[in-house]
């Protein structure tokens, strides 16, 4: 059962940041955000998670609302290899639990 | 540290014949989770294993599809008689121990079935 909405679909011009939205309205306390992308057909790749802090990596920035219902993934300067599919997923911090993948986001860069 | 993973990565089966898919995790990782996707489709989860123990196989057909994560050795997805509605990508991902750590996802096996 999906927990967030995403866009379908965004575009963002190379060298720019690109902002993607995840409404998580129902998200409870012990809940983490995470965010993966999956390239073309690849294996979806690990960008970031959080629980209620902002969080920043070498790949992106995770901005989290203070009251928890709604993120942004920023990725500060987009390249062309940053189109994928974008998801943003919530999880229960407890061993066992899987990672469900809605939809998500289809950003495209464009030069 | 390698990452995690699956074999082979392209697997071509004859209607009817088995289909066996492994997935070696990264090096200290006990958690096994396996996915799969269909053309044009997101990703769908079949089943959660620990070593030993299978924790959560909601996502699992009830027949036809198998997975074991023995103590030693990779995890295994098999699917036996396999029909062409089994075509898809089939993604493994690893994690650690913990329930707030992040999931890492081999680059597949991608299954046709002739």
């Known amino acids: 059962d999906a927990k967030t909405t995403q866009p379908p679909s965004m575009d963002c011009a190379e060298g720019r940041a690109a902002n993607l939205p995840c409404n998580h309205s129902t998200i409870s306390g012990n809940e983490y955000v995470y965010w993966y992308r999956q390239i073309h057909s690849q294996g979806p790749q690990y960008i970031i998670h959080?629980?209620?802090n902002n969080e920043t990596n070498e790949m992106a920035s995770l901005i989290i609302t203070e009251d928890r219902k709604s993120s942004t993934l920023i990725l500060p300067h987009a390249t062309l290899r940053d189109t994928a599919v974008y998801y943003c997923?919530?999880?229960?911090?407890?061993?066992?639990?899987?990672?469900?993948f809605g939809t998500g986001t289809s950003l495209t860069v464009i030069p | 540290n390698a990452g995690v993973m699956q074999n082979p990565r392209h697997l071509v089966r004859r209607r009817g014949q088995e289909a066996r898919l492994r997935c070696s995790p990264m090096?200290?990782?006990?958690?096994v989770y396996w996915y799969r996707q269909l053309p044009e489709e997101g990703l769908k989860f079949m089943v959660y294993l620990q070593k030993e123990n299978i924790i959560d196989e909601s996502g699992m057909p009830k027949e036809r599809f198998s997975a074991e994560f023995p103590k030693e050795g990779p995890s295994i997805l098999r699917i036996q008689q396999v029909v062409r509605g089994d075509s898809a990508a089939y993604f493994c991902a690893s994690s650690p121990p913990g329930g707030y750590t992040e999931a890492f996802f081999g680059q597949g096996t991608r299954l046709t079935v002739v």
């Open positions: 959080g629980l209620k």
């Open positions: 090096k200290g990782h006990s958690h």
């Open positions: 997923i919530v999880r229960v911090a407890n061993t066992g639990n899987q990672f469900y």
